[in-house]
């Protein structure tokens, strides 16, 4: 069974950056044919799409975040990584990965969910 | 991008009765390319619908859907206790995704 689990700090300093690591188990980035995404909740909100990679290294982000966003693949680990740059408090949230539900969409409706890893920016 | 609106913000019922929740989007959303999500505390969304009407995989028929364009509307039959949670719609038929605010179901 596919399963996603996101790791990283928990406490990000304003101006720096925020790093997280997904690890997929149960399936391979590379011979699945999908694209693997980000996904963040802010406290008490809603949903907010950030961002795709394919195991080639394709890339496609929310243009609200673009400037600050870099997604990537390591295959070998069978892991995907989220950066975001120049972090302020309106970037804490629960942040995702996820999976679009069909192959080679790098936007979809969602249908393998991590459970999430709470990022706070504070100093 | 495709802003959904979602209504009401709380919807207070009793287990048993039947809750009806509203997901309207700023413009067309092709293909009815529409799902709805729960989500309780401390958890990940759960996908309940696909395609505006399709249950996924091990969601119970008392929750169905309908919609299209830019009028979706989520069922849920008979409340159960375990239902009440929160709710939210997103469209996948335009880039970038986007999700509705959140319909919250509570216990009346």
């Known amino acids: 069974q596919l399963q996603l689990q996101e790791s990283g700090p928990g406490l990000v300093k304003p101006s720096e950056t925020l790093s997280l690591t997904c690890t997929v188990s149960?399936?391979?980035?590379?011979?699945?044919?999908?694209?693997w995404g980000w996904i963040r909740q802010p406290p008490g909100k809603g949903l907010e799409w950030i961002g795709s990679?394919?195991?080639?290294?394709?890339?496609y982000y929310n243009p609200s975040l673009k400037s600050r966003v870099t997604i990537s693949v390591d295959t070998s680990k069978n892991q995907f990584s989220l950066r975001l740059s120049s972090v302020t408090a309106a970037d804490t949230a629960v942040y995702y990965c996820?999976?679009?539900?069909?192959?080679?969409?790098?936007?979809?409706?969602?249908?393998?969910w991590g459970k999430g890893t709470t990022v706070t920016v504070s100093s | 991008e495709i802003v959904l609106t979602q209504s009401p913000g709380t919807l207070s019922l009793s287990p048993g009765e039947r809750a009806t929740l509203s997901c309207r989007a700023s413009q067309s959303v092709s293909s009815s390319y529409l799902a709805w999500y729960q989500q309780k505390p401390g958890q990940a969304p759960r996908l309940l619908i696909y395609?505006?009407?399709s249950r996924a995989t091990g969601i119970p028929d008392r929750f169905s859907a309908s919609g299209s364009g830019t009028d979706f509307t989520l069922t849920i039959s008979r409340l159960e206790p375990e239902d009440f949670a929160v709710y939210y719609c997103q469209q996948y038929g335009g880039s970038p995704p986007s999700f509705g605010q959140g319909t919250k179901l509570e216990i009346k």
């Open positions: 996820a999976r679009p539900a069909a192959k080679s969409y790098y936007y979809y409706y969602m249908d393998v």
């Open positions: 395609g505006a009407s």
């Open positions: 990679i394919y195991y080639s290294g394709n890339t």
């Open positions: 149960g399936g391979s980035i590379s011979s699945s044919s999908y694209y």
